[in-house]
T-cell receptor
């Protein structure tokens, strides 16, 4: 089944404890992206990757890191989480690195992160 | 700047028709997406318009006017399961090749 998977789905952690949220897609998509979604602020892009070893900042990259060593995986790393990073996180992938045309984004199920 | 506006909330009755509007101001416009998002779940793709006009897909239709910076999503024969948030997103061409997202319209379908 074509899908985007994220792990963990739920995580409660404490300030300063490094964590990684994994994202994997099995559709051979070039473009992958991380979003956070907060009430009243909508979906905001954190980082994106147009292909292997090509990553760039989105709108809210501070406090986050990513890597794209393989096409299918795009982990999100929080080196020192803080309470303002409490949010719902979505990974998404799309076939084309151009994000033009009808290339819809396929979203993972989401990771609800709470930082105490 | 780049901006998308859509109503925050709407209410409709089961079996009725509802229209959710979206206005946008972007540079290098490359099409308009609509996504549906049920509470606590991931957004799922509904439609994409890049040319002016109406595109129909079952109970859902989407319209675009590029000259007016305006789109709407039309939902017919509403069902309770259509209660969700509807997100409008504009594709912006350029180096970033990103989507500009609206905040979503929360639709409540009542019996």
């Amino acid at each position: 089944e074509a899908q985007v998977t994220q792990n963990p789905r739920y995580l409660i952690t404490v300030t300063g404890k490094k964590l990684t949220v994994t994202c994997s897609q099995n559709m051979n998509h070039e473009y992958m992206s991380w979003y956070r979604q907060d009430p009243g602020l909508g979906l905001r892009q954190i980082y994106y990757s147009m292909n292997v070893e090509v990553t760039d900042k989105g709108d809210v990259p501070e406090g986050y890191k990513v890597s794209r060593k393989e096409k299918r995986n795009f982990p999100l790393i929080l080196e020192s989480p803080s309470p303002n990073q409490t949010s719902l996180y979505f990974c998404a992938s799309t076939p084309s690195s151009e994000l033009a045309g009808r290339d819809e984004q396929f979203f993972g199920p989401g990771t609800r992160l709470t930082v105490l | 700047g780049q901006n998308i506006d859509q109503p925050t909330e709407m209410t409709a009755t089961e079996g009725a028709i509802v229209q959710i509007n979206c206005t946008y101001q972007t540079s290098g416009f490359n099409g308009l997406f609509w996504y549906q998002q049920h509470a606590g779940e991931a957004p799922t793709f509904l439609s994409y318009n890049v040319l002016d006009g109406l595109e129909e897909k079952g109970r859902f239709s989407s319209f675009l006017s590029r000259s007016k910076g305006y789109s709407y999503l039309l939902l017919k024969e509403l069902q309770m399961k259509d209660s969700a948030s509807y997100l409008c997103a504009a594709a912006v061409a350029g180096n970033n090749r990103k989507l500009i997202w609206g905040l979503g319209t929360s639709l409540a379908v009542n019996p």
